[in-house]
């Protein structure tokens, strides 16, 4: 089993390379993200540790360079606490799983293990509800296969609202996660943008999936067709 190991802190990483070789592991270091990316490139790893603060490329575009590469190799990130990024960013790029430094040993051991029973099958990342589809990876978004051009923060919202599909989410979960704590305006700009959303990943394709719960929020689900509107009477 052959792991490779990206990490810029040398103690720490001659100490893991030294554990895990004891633990039978084969182990390849680097320690820098450019020459990460090309051993994962050019060799077959069964897993790869790969440290987030990295001289010369950081953690996250190596993992996303590896995704659209589409390297599958299971990916643990290690992050030091209190970062600029938090574990949702690692998963959306497709990261399998995270350790938080200082990290035990035997923890360790025991991810890279289950990581290794798990494998690494072709799997796209693509968030998917009905015909909409959200590919973290690339930012794209399609309903069925016609590309939608979002903003950015039209993008984020409706990225938040497919994680939780099927589920009632109010103007406050809303603001607290697409827009960031220094936002001071009203809450009202939420209706507006899922107005806007509404406009672009519904109205166009003659479905509503994005529906207003009254006084409580809004809810995603998959494709539901618009009514049909009522055909004109025939005149008396
Ligand atoms: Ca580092």
């Known amino acids: 089993m052959r792991i490779l190991l990206v990490e810029d802190e040398k103690i720490l990483a001659d100490t893991v390379r030294r554990g895990l070789v ?5 182990v390849d270091v680097t320690h820098d993200g450019v020459s990460g ?7 077959a790893y069964d897993v790869i540790l790969l440290d987030l603060m990295l001289p010369l490329k950081n953690g996250y575009d190596v ?4 995704r659209q590469r589409r390297i599958w190799t ?3 990130m290690l992050t030091a606490k209190d970062g600029e990024y938090d574990q949702t960013d690692a998963f959306d790029l497709g990261a399998d799983d995270y350790l938080t430094k200082p990290f035990s040993f035997l923890v360790l051991v025991a991810r890279i293990r289950a990581l290794m029973r798990r494998g690494a099958p072709e799997r796209p990342v693509v968030l998917t509800l009905g015909t909409l589809t959200l590919d973290p990876v690339n930012h794209r978004v399609r309903r069925g296969e016609t ?3 979002l903003t950015a923060r039209e993008y984020g919202l409706l990225q938040y609202l497919m ?3 099927d589920q009632i989410v109010s103007k406050a979960d809303i603001l607290d996660n697409v827009w960031d704590s220094a936002f001071e305006g009203g809450d009202n700009v939420v ?3 899922i107005g806007y959303l509404r406009r672009k990943i519904d ?7 994005l529906a207003t719960v009254r006084g409580v929020g809004y809810l995603l689900s998959a494709d539901r067709v618009a009514k049909p509107v009522a055909a004109p009477q025939p005149r008396a």
Request: glycine share 6%.
């Open 74 to 76: 299971p990916v643990l």
């Open 163 to 165: 994680r939780r599909h």
């Open 63 to 66: 993992l996303r360079e590896l």
């Open 147 to 149: 590309p939608i051009s």
């Open 203 to 209: 109205v166009p394709f003659g479905v509503q999936t």
């Open 37 to 43: 990316l090309s051993a994962a490139t050019e060799h």
């Open 22 to 26: 004891n633990e039978g592991f084969v």
């Open 191 to 193: 209706e507006v943008y």
